[in-house]
């Protein structure tokens, strides 16, 4: 069992920033993954971005590529999402999640823990 704690959400003000941190414990030597991954009132949870165990593979979504970067320090078992420029369209809870599988998926269903979820509030 993996147990993941995310934090660092809040309210930020539109073109703001802010850091959310993911914390895994448990079982880690399990974990080859992790990612993020957001859901915004009435919609679907979406890929934000996934990076490998040791930090060397990452991708992002797309249209966040550039505003949001995912790293990790291989000393703590913790996962960061810097998320610059903020827009109310960012506004979310921003879930950690993190999987077995060797793969980056954007599919949140070859994901195997997930944290509780942080949220982050953007006023203009």
């Known amino acids: 069992q993996v147990i993941l704690v995310e934090s660092g959400g809040g309210l930020v003000q539109a073109g703001g920033s802010l850091r959310l941190s993911c914390s895994a414990s448990?079982?880690?030597?399990?974990?080859?993954?992790m990612a993020w991954f957001r859901q915004a009132p009435g919609k679907e949870r979406e890929f934000v971005a996934a990076i490998s165990w040791n930090g060397v593979a990452i991708t992002y979504a797309d249209s966040l590529k550039g505003r949001f970067t995912i790293f990790r320090y291989n000393a703590k078992n913790t996962v960061y999402l810097q998320m610059n420029s903020l827009s109310a369209e960012d506004a979310a809870a921003y879930y950690c999640?993190?999987?077995?599988?060797?793969?980056?998926?954007?599919?949140?269903?070859?994901?195997?823990?997930w944290g509780q979820g942080t949220q982050v509030t953007v006023s203009s």
């Open positions: 448990g079982s880690i030597f399990s974990i080859n993954a």
């Open positions: 999640a993190a999987g077995r599988n060797w793969r980056l998926s954007r599919d949140r269903s070859e994901y195997d823990f």
